[in-house]
C-alpha cells in the first residue's frame, strides 16, 4: 500500500552527474533501511547502495562514484550519481524496509521506477 515516490531521473552524458531521490510518506513509525536498485534490459534487479543506522554500502561497480545519504527528518534518501558510464543505463528503483506503525510488521515497499539513460 505503501508507494515509495521517486524523481530525478533523466538524460545525462558520459561522465556527467544526476542525483535521484525518494521519500516515504510522512508519519512511518521507523526507518529500517533506505537504498537503490538498479534495472537494465535483459538484466537482473541488483543492489546499488543502501543506507542504515549502520552505515552504506554500495555495488563494487559504482563504488567511488556513487554517494548515498539520508535526512531523517524529511524520510528521504538520495542517491548522487558522478562520473556516469554507459552501463549505468536502467531503470533505478527505491526500496526502503519501513515499519508503518507499532502493530504492523516491518516489510520492504518499491518505488515507481525511474529511468537513467547514459548516451552521448
Known amino acids: 500500500q505503501v508507494l515509495l515516490v521517486e524523481s530525478g531521473g533523466g538524460l545525462v552524458q558520459p561522465g556527467g552527474s544526476l542525483t535521484l531521490s525518494c521519500a516515504a510518506p510522512?508519519?512511518?513509525?521507523?526507518?529500517?533501511?533506505m537504498g537503490w536498485y538498479r534495472q537494465a534490459p535483459g538484466k537482473q534487479r541488483e543492489l546499488v547502495a543502501n543506507?542504515?543506522?549502520?552505515?552504506?554500502t554500495y555495488a563494487d561497480s559504482v563504488k567511488g562514484r556513487f554517494t548515498v545519504s539520508r535526512d531523517n527528518a524529511k524520510n528521504t534518501v538520495d542517491l548522487q550519481m558522478n562520473s556516469l558510464k554507459p552501463e549505468d543505463t536502467a531503470v533505478y528503483y527505491c526500496?526502503?524496509?519501513?515499519?508503518?506503525?507499532?502493530?504492523?510488521?516491518?516489510?520492504?515497499?518499491w518505488g515507481q521506477g525511474t529511468q537513467v539513460t547514459v548516451s552521448s
Open positions: 526500496n526502503a524496509r519501513l515499519k508503518v506503525a507499532p502493530g504492523l510488521r516491518e516489510r520492504d515497499y
Open positions: 510522512r508519519g512511518i513509525f521507523r526507518i529500517l533501511n
Open positions: 543506507i542504515s543506522s549502520g552505515g552504506s
